[in-house]
């Protein structure tokens, strides 16, 4: 009963955490007379992150984010594991 709380709860916020995003994005593309646009992403393999953007700002901060998640990943994985030995 437990774990199925816990994964309907992080679906919940994965949603919420969506639609915040998507609005934000919203909101600014509206209030910006700016037409410029810049993009990037992350692919994540294993503990690799392979990062890619328009311009050199992008793959920075797409760069950062990544291996900010890949760290938090890493470390909630070895907290998971040793609460179960």
Not at 18 to 29: H, R, T
Not at 37 to 55: D, K, N, Q, R, W
Not at 56 to 73: F, Q
Not at 74 to 85: A, C, M, P, T
């Given at each position: 009963?437990?774990?199925?709380?816990?994964?309907?709860?992080?679906?919940?916020?994965?949603i919420?955490?969506?639609?915040i995003g998507?609005?934000?994005?919203?909101?600014?593309?509206i209030?910006?007379?700016k037409?410029?646009v810049?993009?990037?992403?992350a692919?994540?393999?294993?503990?690799?992150?392979?990062?890619?953007g328009?311009?050199?700002?992008?793959?920075?901060t797409?760069?950062i984010?990544?291996?900010?998640?890949t760290?938090?990943?890493?470390?909630?994985?070895?907290?998971?594991?040793?609460?179960?030995?």
């Amino acid at each position: 009963m437990h774990d199925t709380y816990i994964l309907l709860t992080t679906v919940l916020l994965s949603i919420i955490l969506i639609v915040i995003g998507m609005a934000l994005i919203l909101v600014g593309s509206i209030r910006s007379n700016k037409r410029e646009v810049e993009a990037g992403g992350a692919v994540i393999i294993g503990p690799l992150p392979i990062v890619f953007g328009t311009s050199t700002r992008m793959l920075i901060t797409v760069l950062i984010l990544a291996i900010i998640l890949t760290a938090l990943v890493i470390i909630l994985h070895v907290i998971s594991w040793r609460g179960l030995s």
